[in-house]
């Protein structure tokens, strides 16, 4: 009777070669763009006066809202006790810290002033909703540093400093505390970055109260699917099940239940905001933006129908949610929605000529705005980073702990 006998892959093959290829070629490219940035300014760029805020800043929103995963999946193993979620706490803290860092390179990309990063930890504006955000995103980022360093500390390469380890027992046994503060500091952001909009130039549309709780809807319902595509992605580089199916399947229906509530709390502002309210800044903005802009087409095809729709129609459905493709490309549509919703609360709220005196009408058109190529730039760097960084933590971190050896 034969008997079979596993081989373990080499940690360097021709195909990990040509990806990291891949991936310092789209670093190069980021590079290559921050030397022009900080040589040359905000100068290099498309944003104006008018439309200040770009592509910059819809990768920062939807770079903190896509690592939402982190606090949520930590929240329901060590808060609620939902311990059959343990297996993807650590990917999921792991994917929060990459999302948060990528928002975080792109801020000082977009500050104009990059040499002053530090200023709003010394100089407290505490009438400044940004100065708020600037602080829990700082405070969050170390919470999920300290979260996550027992998992780093566990990798062959600390063998030599046993007292690394114990100190990361010590941050294993105090994780509770962590995913508490973790949870509150992220609701508070994740809410400030939707009531930011109600003091810029765009609050004759966005000026909601609704707004912050939008923002927190889509970000706990879209982060953890996220995390749950990249598990199944690493299942079939690896070949190894890394976390169970029914989990991952759960994590699905969850967010697909999380996409109705926020579908449910847009419509709705939708209809208060368009047949309820009424005011003449309101109508006026929104008839300037269906056309002038492509914001219709942006809404309800790139919002609505790909990143709510038919993500939900795959995450709750038992026919489709056990295919594992399906999930992954529900989970990429989601993402992409997400997306659509950051560019659009962002630039199309902001290319809307702002009329201060009541019940005049908007006379100026539409503010206009395209990325330069050194934003591009930067956009495809930042790409590489997250790719680089989850290659890295594939290949030497122990993201799922005892399930790597079965």
């Given at each position: 009777?034969a ?33 022009e ?5 905000l100068?290099v760029?498309?944003m104006?006066d ?13 770079s903190?809202a896509l ?37 975080l390179?792109?801020?000082?990309m977009?500050i104009?002033r ?8 010394v100089?407290?504006?505490?009438h400044?909703v940004?100065w708020?955000i ?21 990798a ?5 400093w ?9 941050l ?14 992220s ?45 199944f ?18 994590i ?8 109705i ?23 006026a ?11 219709n ?5 790139g919002?609505?129908?790909?990143g ?33 919703n ?7 709220g902001l290319?809307v000529?702002?009329s ?9 058109p ?23 960084m989850?290659?890295?933590g ?5 993201l ?7």
């Amino acid at each position: 009777m034969a008997t079979l006998v596993s081989e373990r892959k080499p940690l360097i093959t021709p195909g990990f070669i040509s990806w990291m290829l891949l991936v310092l070629v789209l670093l190069g490219v980021g590079l290559v763009s921050a030397f022009e940035v900080f040589t040359r300014g905000l100068i290099v760029t498309n944003m104006t006066d008018s439309v200040p805020w770009g592509l910059w800043i819809t990768i920062d929103l939807s770079s903190i809202a896509l690592g939402a995963g982190a606090f949520t999946l930590s929240a329901v193993v060590y808060l609620f006790g939902l311990k059959r979620f343990q297996s993807i706490v650590r990917l999921a803290v792991f994917v929060g810290f990459i999302g948060y860092t990528s928002a975080l390179l792109t801020l000082v990309m977009d500050i104009g002033r990059p040499d002053r990063f530090w200023h709003p930890w010394v100089y407290w504006n505490i009438h400044s909703v940004l100065w708020e955000i600037t602080w829990c995103i700082t405070l969050y980022l170390t919470i999920m540093v300290l979260e996550f360093a027992p998992v780093v500390f566990e990798a062959k390469f600390f063998d030599r400093w046993p007292w690394l380890r114990k100190v990361g027992h010590f941050l294993h046994v105090i994780t509770p505390l962590f995913a508490l503060l973790g949870l509150l500091i992220s609701m508070l952001h994740q809410s400030s970055l939707g009531a930011t909009y109600g003091i810029v130039k765009s609050r004759p549309i966005w000026f909601k109260p609704s707004m912050p709780i939008m923002f927190i809807l889509s970000a706990v319902s879209v982060g953890p699917a996220l995390t749950m595509a990249v598990a199944f992605v690493m299942e079939w580089i690896s070949g190894k099940r890394l976390v169970e199916h029914n989990v991952l399947r759960t994590i699905a229906r969850a967010c697909g239940f999380g996409l109705i509530a926020y579908a449910y709390l847009k419509f709705w502002d939708l209809a208060a905001v368009t047949y309820y309210g009424q005011t003449p800044a309101v109508n006026a903005a929104l008839n300037l933006l269906s056309k002038q802009t492509p914001y219709n087409f942006g809404f309800w095809f790139g919002e609505v129908i790909l990143g709510i729709i038919i993500p939900v129609l795959i995450f709750l459905s038992p026919r489709l949610n056990k295919r594992p493709v399906l999930l992954v490309a529900g989970a990429g549509m989601a993402i992409i929605g997400v997306i659509m919703n950051r560019w659009n609360v962002t630039v199309s709220g902001l290319t809307v000529p702002l009329s201060y005196s009541p019940g005049t009408e908007y006379v100026l058109p539409a503010g206009h705005y395209w990325p330069s190529l050194a934003e591009w730039g930067i956009a495809v760097g930042i790409i590489g980073y997250a790719l680089f960084m989850i290659t890295l933590g594939i290949k030497f971190l122990p993201l799922f702990g005892k399930a790597e050896q079965h």
